[in-house]
């Protein structure tokens, strides 16, 4: 939940972008992605990656060098990642409330918010916040990389203030 994305995972998303694009198994973007690492070092990484064909394929990736606290289990659609998490608990909530009604946007928002708790991400824990910053993005067909059905981000928040209820405030409008 706290992003610290650098200019070599913009390049990974790119190329993983192009290959979904494709319509590519999930599996084989991992694979591909991991393979031509923009940084050259696919250890520091971690991936899901969820297509809704053929009732739905999953993959994942957690490269080994993602520090010790990594948890990830999957669900029918979705793959639940963490890393510098505390505990599992709040995953489960994620899952949880992913599993209710609504829109995909909406069941997104929902994991969110159940992440939303200090320790989530244990890097923000001295911020007294869940993560440093929040976003989702939701494509549809035909959607460009610029211009997505969805793309709300909240980056920066002063102090304190929670970047998932920032970004829930963005959403509710």
């Given at each position: 939940?706290?992003?610290?994305?650098?200019?070599?995972?913009?390049?990974?998303?790119?190329?993983?972008?192009?290959?979904?694009?494709?319509?590519?198994?999930?599996q084989e973007i991992i694979d591909s992605v991991?393979?031509?690492d923009a940084g050259g070092n696919p250890t520091?990484?971690?991936?899901?990656?969820?297509?809704?064909?053929?009732?739905?394929?999953?993959?994942?990736?957690?490269?080994?060098?993602?520090?010790?606290?990594?948890?990830?289990?999957?669900?029918?659609?979705?793959?639940?990642?963490?890393?510098?998490?505390?505990?599992?608990?709040?995953?489960i909530r994620c899952r949880q409330d992913f599993?209710?009604?609504?829109?995909?946007?909406?069941?997104?928002?929902?994991?969110?918010?159940?992440?939303?708790?200090?320790?989530?991400?244990?890097?923000?824990?001295?911020?007294?916040?869940?993560?440093?910053?929040?976003?989702?993005?939701?494509?549809?067909?035909?959607?460009?990389?610029?211009?997505?059905?969805?793309?709300?981000?909240?980056?920066?928040?002063?102090?304190?203030?929670?970047?998932?209820?920032?970004?829930?405030?963005?959403?509710?409008?």
């Open positions: 939940m706290c992003s610290y994305t650098g200019i070599m995972a913009f390049g990974n998303q790119n190329y993983a972008r192009q290959l979904m694009d494709r319509r590519l198994p999930p991991t393979a031509r520091v990484r971690q991936y899901g990656i969820v297509d809704l064909l053929n009732g739905g394929r999953t993959a994942g990736y957690t490269g080994v060098n993602c520090l010790s606290t990594r948890i990830t289990f999957w669900d029918q659609r979705m793959p639940f990642r963490a890393t510098f998490s505390a505990d599992s608990q709040f995953l599993s209710g009604r609504g829109s995909l946007s909406d069941k997104l928002m929902a994991a969110l918010q159940g992440a939303n708790v200090v320790g989530a991400d244990t890097r923000c824990a001295s911020w007294m916040t869940s993560s440093k910053s929040a976003f989702i993005r939701v494509a549809k067909p035909g959607d460009t990389l610029g211009v997505l059905h969805l793309n709300l981000k909240v980056l920066i928040t002063p102090f304190g203030r929670e970047p998932i209820d920032s970004l829930q405030s963005l959403y509710n409008l």
